[in-house]
């Protein structure tokens, strides 16, 4: 099992930035992939970045060069830096970690992009 907590979430105006956290912790041998999804109002969960091992991270076109995402294997942690936010990224954002046992989620963090 794999418990996933996230934290970094809030209000911000636009053009500000947001780094958002996700630890994870529990029994496992090793995660293979970790991502971030949200999640606006009134529409379904979409993927935001996704860090394979070994591979280079993935990115939805609408945060491409504006978000970074980064993973500390040795934390267990993985980190979305947001610059440039926009009001259309206001959205639960959720962590996701995936192992040879199954997908894990977060309990979500609100990011609120506004004047």
């Known amino acids: 099992q794999v418990q996933l907590v996230e934290s970094g979430g809030g209000l911000v105006q636009p053009g500000g930035s947001l780094r958002l956290s996700c630890a994870a912790s529990?029994?496992?041998?090793?995660?293979?992939?970790m991502g971030w999804y949200r999640q606006a109002p009134g529409k379904q969960r979409e993927l935001v970045a996704l860090?394979?091992?070994?591979?280079?991270?993935n990115y939805r076109d609408s945060v491409k060069g504006r978000f970074t995402i980064s993973r500390d294997n040795a934390k267990n942690t993985v980190y979305l830096q947001m610059n440039s936010l926009k009001p259309e990224d206001t959205a639960v954002y959720y962590c996701?970690?995936?192992?040879?046992?199954?997908?894990?989620w977060g309990g979500g963090t609100l990011v609120t992009v506004s004047s």
């Open positions: 860090i394979i091992s070994g591979r280079s991270p």
């Open positions: 529990g029994r496992f041998f090793s995660i293979n992939n």
């Open positions: 996701n970690a995936q192992t040879i046992t199954g997908s894990y």
